[in-house]
């Protein structure tokens, strides 16, 4: 048994996909016999009403902090706004968060044997250090996603000598971790080549609630509530960021607009309003936009389509990494992705099987694709199989809560991996 301290930016009752994984993750470590405590934020991605009743956050030294319960769980929110689209504010939401952090865990969350502290943001692991040393244990820096690769070539950061001062934090960070945990073999690889040793790099997936996500009808309650038992159904489920080649998905919803398609789009996002204008500008009435919907709905919406999307720009999967194709893979519904050549997504669903992968930003091949499944739609249900089997053996919530249970007591058991 370990005291394991959570630093996480985003975690329940926030409906985010970092933070329900860190949520699972959490409760697998409690559940295998650990002592989990969490220090995270309050909710400022997205507002579920119903997981808030569920977990409901007291006010905690003058609502500047407060705290919660999740399955035996305590968990310590430190007040943050609503997330907005500013990327000053931001940061000054981060450092907010990164002190109030250290002073909880230097007075309020006790003991603590290990941590781990979970990107984004880069900083996030200078805390954990920190909070590492306080309590002279090691802290595990877990890389969803790779920083500053992706801000770089995304186009949100472009000054030299602020790129210069972020490659410096990364190695800071690496240097001080007792282990680098990444979530695919794509990301070890290039972590491998900035001076991190074989023994301090440890490759763990993200996992999914296989006993949430499964396979569900086709024809259920919300497919009858939103019109969507008949035709051909391709859904994309979650952010409306800057991430996604929203050009390409509507270009292939304007030129497939003859055929019995119905393109939904369920979430929310920064590119939501530009999305909701580009269907009134050009009169598409085959895309549905039903906003954001509840996890507990998801496995619902999932099984309401034929097919599945997540169109990502250049880039994007080299650096980041779409957890919600597992999902998609424990629904047993077959994809449609955009994913860069060299990468683990490409990889992933080319190997296994279960869909089928275009060029990013390119508007036409993704439409060519979607054109083919739906000509090929005879075969898709045996593509969503082949996803299931191996989302099962790989990716559940127990089998990667294993993977961390041994790692913790691999480093607590000792004062530092080997270099």
Known sequence: MARVLLHSLTFAPDAVSTGYLMTDLARQLQRMGNVVTVLTTTPHYNLDP??????????????????????????????????????????????????MALLLGATTVGAYD???????????????????????????????????????NQGLVSNPLFIRLL???ERFVYDRS???????????????????????LRMIPN????????????ENEFARQHGLVDGFVVLYGGNIGLSQDWE?????????????????????????????QECAARKLANVRLLGYQPRSLMPLVNASSDLCTIPMKASTTT?????????????????????DEDSELNWLVRTVGFGRVAPPDDGRAYTDALRCAFE????????????????????????????????????????????
């Open 178 to 200: 007792a282990m680098v945990v990444t979530i695919s073999d794509w990301f070890s690889r290039i972590i491998r080549t900035r001076g991190v040793p074989e023994a301090r």
């Open 376 to 419: 090929q739609r005879a075969q898709l249900a045996e593509e969503g199989r082949r996803g299931y089997a191996y989302v099962l053996q790989e990716y559940s919530v127990e089998a990667v809560g294993r993977k961390y249970d041994t790692l913790i007591r691999e480093l607590t058991g000792r004062e530092k991996p080997g270099r």
């Open 319 to 339: 650096d980041t990494f779409p957890s919600k194709i597992y999902t998609l893979m424990a629904s047993a519904k077959p994809v449609l992705v955009q994913a």
């Open 248 to 276: 390409s998905f509507m270009r292939a919803a304007e030129e497939l607009a003859r055929l019995p398609i119905q393109f939904v789009v369920v979430g929310g996002g920064v590119r939501g309003a530009w999305l909701e």
């Open 114 to 152: 290990i941590v781990i502290a979970p990107s984004p943001p880069l900083t996030i692991g200078v805390v954990g250090w920190l909070l590492g040393l306080m309590r002279r244990v090691p802290y595990i820096y877990n890389v969803q996603e790779l920083y500053p690769d992706f801000a770089v």
């Open 50 to 99: 119903l997981a808030v009743a569920r977990q409901p956050l007291r006010k905690r030294f003058f609502g500047l902090v407060f705290q919660s319960e999740i399955e035996g769980i305590h968990v310590w929110h430190v007040k943050i706004p609503m997330k907005g689209q500013r990327v000053f504010t931001r940061v000054i939401d981060y450092i907010h968060f990164h002190l």
């Open 167 to 169: 490659r410096w934090l």
């Open 207 to 218: 996992s999914v609630d296989t006993s949430l996500f499964r396979p569900l009808p086709r």
